[in-house]
């Protein structure tokens, strides 16, 4: 979160109350991205489970 505010005061934007909401939206962002991910990476890992592939035999597959 500090890397963000120093981001946007370098930007220009100097006000504390302006800075702290920009960097905790921001942050907040990056958390539901994360999540979102971590969603979509069980589900295609349950579809390949699902399908009788071992995990060995779908790293090699996509080699």
């Given at each position: 979160?500090?890397?963000?505010?120093?981001?946007?005061?370098?930007?220009?934007?100097?006000?504390?109350?302006?800075?702290s909401?920009?960097?905790?939206?921001?942050?907040?962002?990056?958390?539901?991205?994360?999540?979102?991910?971590?969603?979509?990476t069980?589900?295609?890992?349950?579809?390949?489970?699902?399908?009788?592939?071992?995990?060995?035999?779908?790293?090699?597959?996509?080699?």
């Amino acid at each position: 979160m500090a890397q963000t505010i120093i981001d946007f005061y370098y930007r220009g934007i100097r006000d504390p109350g302006v800075l702290s909401t920009l960097a905790a939206n921001r942050e907040k962002a990056l958390e539901i991205k994360a999540a979102k991910l971590a969603r979509r990476t069980e589900r295609l890992a349950r579809i390949g489970r699902r399908k009788g592939r071992s995990r060995k035999q779908q790293e090699h597959r996509a080699e």
